[in-house]
């Protein structure tokens, strides 16, 4: 099939970086830490001003501060990636991409897609084209948004939004508003595109991710604004001047073979059509319409916009992912070994705040975790009892994946006799508390002993509050012993 110029696919470092980002978004807002000593009211009127005293090499900002955001525009949007347009990285990223564009007209191509920034609220009828090198710059610039369903907080339900001084979504300060709060002011926010506004409260810290996948960009503080306070500001400021930009990235195999692509979209959050007309436009007109291709990365927990997308946010928040068209989807791109077993470990790292989520409410008479199909029973209090009753054959698939991948990079030799080990592993912890000891003991010693370079996917995987729950202590002596304690 002929080669169109407007589509240029991603490299592999572009596909990781892409997946790694809607990933470690699940991770960043899973938990955060308890608030400790006071400490000096801190106050600012710009993002840049913001984002200078949290970044290094001031580092000014830190957990537990009082922080004002005066005069910022409060969207229900969600940086993609927190900071990073503010880095000196980021800067240089976005110049480097703007080596790499160029404008194609696409009247007679596609209808209009019309787009606004700053004052003049001009027409675009073009398309903004990257070449590959161009895409990954725009990414690891820090542009784009998401939009998130509420998060539960020690503190209660809280929702994760951006504010910005700038009325440009990606560049604002990633903060966090209590229940009360956003069902007072969602209806404003919803139909002026972003409610300016002070915002008042207290910075929260977000640890690492436990799992960091595929050298994701580093050196910016996770902090966000647990908000407290909200005044709200009367103001002119016409709606044109406010921004949003979502991105996507799709599969597509116009060119032959089956390759990963990224595009993007800009729309006015004032306007209540604007988001469903660019995700419709992205999916129907670009990706389907030009691309033939499906979409597997979006930008909206909040609504289901593309059907089929493999790394959806909504089933990554919810732990609610096809582990299978994940691996289809790992399969049709060529990541292989470390890379692939990284990934997994990463979604296992969702699962997981689930269930340490759960580990700290009281319960009793048993608990059910929807989703990933796992029964515990008994009484459950804080972290002193944790009992798996069962754990379904898709769960256990799940664990599971890193170790298969690793043992599909041994030399063919060993991988037959190991497969059939981690097949007879995966049975017996499908037991749960029924499951014994000394037979997944042996096996686990077995697939090491033939795949070395499993050691960290097994370990990982019994690191999980599932097979932790499971394991006795025949099994953590053989975890200990490979690990060459």
């Not at 972003?194 to 910016?220: S, W």
């Not at 030009?290 to 732990?319: I, K, W």
């Not at 990934?343 to 990933?372: C, D, P, T, W």
């Amino acid at each position: 099939m002929g080669t169109n110029p407007q589509l240029y696919a991603l490299y592999q470092e572009d596909v990781k970086g892409l997946i790694n980002t809607q990933v470690v978004t699940a991770n960043y807002v899973a938990s955060p830490l308890a608030s400790g000593r006071a400490l000096p009211d801190e106050g600012y009127a710009l993002n840049e001003h913001v984002w200078k005293a949290l970044l290094p090499p001031s580092l000014r900002l830190h957990a537990n501060v009082t922080l004002t955001l005066s005069k910022f525009f409060l969207f229900e949007w969600f940086p993609r990636s927190p900071g990073l347009y503010h880095t000196p990285e980021g800067a240089q990223s976005r110049r480097d991409a703007e080596q790499f564009s160029r404008r194609v007209p696409v009247s007679d191509l596609l209808p209009a897609h019309k787009l606004f920034r700053g004052d003049t609220g001009q027409d675009r009828e073009f398309l903004e084209i990257f070449e590959p090198y161009g895409k990954i710059s725009m990414l690891k610039g820090g542009i784009g948004c998401i939009r998130l369903r509420s998060k539960r907080l020690d503190s209660g339900e809280a929702w994760f939004m951006s504010a910005s001084s700038s009325g440009i979504a990606h560049e604002g300060f990633p903060v966090a508003l209590p229940e009360h709060l956003y069902q007072r002011y969602i209806e404003q926010i919803q139909v002026f595109g972003a409610l300016q506004c002070n915002l008042h409260g207290k910075l929260q810290f977000l640890p690492e991710p436990l799992v960091e996948l595929y050298r994701g960009y580093r050196g910016v503080p996770q902090l966000y604004l647990l908000v407290d306070q909200l005044e709200p500001i009367q103001t002119k400021k016409g709606s044109s001047e406010l921004l949003v930009t979502a991105g996507i990235g799709f599969l597509s195999s116009y060119e032959g073979q089956e390759k990963m692509y990224a595009s993007y979209a800009t729309f006015d959050p004032s306007n209540p059509h604007s988001v469903d007309e660019t995700a419709a436009w992205l999916e129907e007109t670009y990706v389907q319409g030009l691309y033939q291709g499906s979409v597997a990365t979006d930008f909206d927990e909040q609504m289901l916009r593309f059907a089929n997308a493999t790394f959806s946010l909504n089933g990554l928040m919810r732990n609610e992912l096809n582990h299978h068209a994940v691996q289809a989807f790992v399969n049709k791109l060529y990541i292989q070994g470390a890379d692939a077993a990284h990934l997994f470990a990463g979604l296992n790292r969702i699962q997981e705040v689930h269930i340490e989520r759960l580990e700290k409410m009281e319960q009793h008479g048993g608990v059910n975790i929807r989703g990933s199909n796992i029964s515990v029973g008994g009484d459950v209090v804080g972290h002193d009892k944790t009992v798996i009753s069962n754990v379904s054959t898709e769960q256990v698939d799940n664990l599971f994946l890193p170790v298969e991948q690793a043992v599909r990079a041994a030399s063919p030799a060993q991988q037959a006799p190991a497969e059939a080990k981690v097949a007879e592993l995966k049975k017996e912890v499908a037991k749960g508390k029924n499951a014994d000891d000394s037979v997944m003991a042996k096996l686990v010693d077995g697939i090491v002993g033939l795949v070395p370079s499993a050691v960290s996917a097994i370990v990982s995987a019994f690191g999980s509050p599932i097979l932790g729950g499971i394991a006795g202590p025949v099994t953590k002596f053989a975890l200990d012993k490979i690990q060459g304690k």
